[in-house]
């Protein structure tokens, strides 16, 4: 948890693009790697490449999707951090279909 919440930590209030990405995508493996699951890991690293310029487009032409990134992720983390495990789901989901329906409406 420590290691979760000093990546965030280090990105600050109002982080650039490539800087929001990496963390992203880091967060995001971190989390995995914790689950124990390996097809989860294996799942993520194979989706997570492709969507590097989509996850960079988002952040430059959706209004506040860099904030509400960090605000996802910040809920995430401190629901994990008391193992709340129904609420870290429940922000991971909106996380994820936040993602997707900003994809379905930007083809």
């Not at 290691?3 to 650039?16: I, K």
């Not at 194979?46 to 605000?71: C, D, H, M």
């Not at 992720?73 to 993602?99: K, N, P, Q, Y």
């Amino acid at each position: 948890m420590a290691g979760l919440r000093a990546l965030l930590d280090e990105l600050g209030e109002q982080p650039g693009m490539p800087e929001l990405v990496a963390n992203d995508l880091e967060f995001h493996s971190r989390i995995a790697a914790a689950s124990g699951n390996p097809l989860l890991c294996s799942m993520l690293e194979s989706i997570s490449g492709p969507t590097v310029r989509a996850r960079v487009w988002r952040g430059i032409t959706q209004e506040e999707a860099v904030p509400r990134t960090l605000a996802e992720h910040r809920a995430i983390l401190d629901a994990l951090a008391v193992h709340d495990t129904d609420a870290a789901r429940a922000w991971a989901t909106i996380h994820v279909s936040g993602v997707t329906r900003w994809l379905d409406n930007s083809r």
